[in-house]
């Protein structure tokens, strides 16, 4: 993947949510921290529990065992998910946090750039005022963390288990609002993706037309069934 040093190579971490299949599986139930089932994760073997970020067990997990086995796999950075557990606002989302476990969550991601500074940060969804306006320890933006946002299904929405073409308002404005910022990590522009589902292999048309919607909106856009 790192193709000689012309590629970086980013692992998926799970901040906000944990699967029964993963090899720390065990670890995660014992810390307590569950709260409740993900919505349509629910069942199956990769059967999924929201985490609460605010619990001292699930942090420990986190910054002692799954962050340095990743590293040790010699990755260049995080794809950060189910970070969007602090911008849950209503029950309809999925748990609702405390100020404080809110909190909580952006300052274990200030952990993990503090004790990893030369590795890549991206935060998948999670894109509202709670992170792109958030302060952590020391008077630090939470913005400033990061090397890149990304978001899926800006221009494709999930109606009944079917995707079609239509806008996210809300995650359009988000996102919006973020390249509005201007941020250059490292000197570099922050990345900005998106990743749009059209159901099927077949799909050309929707495919084509979304991967434009997205190019045309300034991100590097991912299609995929």
């Known amino acids: 993947l790192k193709a000689g040093g012309q590629n970086r190579a980013l692992s998926y971490l799970n901040l906000g949510s944990y699967e029964a299949d993963r090899s720390y599986a065990k670890a995660a139930r014992a810390t307590g921290a569950q709260l409740g089932s993900y919505a349509g994760y629910a069942d199956g ?33 995080f794809f950060l998910d189910n970070m969007e557990i602090v911008t849950h606002r209503e029950a309809g989302d999925g748990p609702v946090l405390s100020a404080a476990d809110r909190q909580a969550g952006l300052e274990l991601v200030r952990e993990i750039r503090d004790r990893y500074p030369n590795l890549l940060i991206v935060l998948q969804n999670g894109t509202s005022d709670v992170t792109r306006t958030g302060t952590v320890a020391g008077g630090r933006s939470f913005a400033s963390l990061l090397d890149g946002v990304s978001h899926e299904a800006v221009f494709t ?8 073409r239509e806008t996210d308002a809300t995650a359009l404005r988000e996102m919006r ?24 292999l077949g ?15 300034g991100f590097t856009t991912f299609v995929t069934d």
């Open 177 to 200: 609002a973020w390249q509005a910022m201007g941020l250059r990590p490292g000197g570099r522009p922050l990345h900005m993706s998106i990743s749009e589902y059209v159901n099927t």
């Open 45 to 77: 073997p990769s059967a999924e529990q929201w985490m609460n970020p605010g619990n001292p067990a699930w942090r420990k997990l986190v910054l002692e065992k799954i962050v340095p086995d990743l590293v040790k796999q010699g990755v260049d950075g």
């Open 157 to 164: 929405t999930d109606r009944n288990g079917t995707y079609r």
């Open 203 to 217: 799909n050309h048309g929707l495919a084509r037309e979304v991967g434009r919607l997205g190019r045309e909106a």
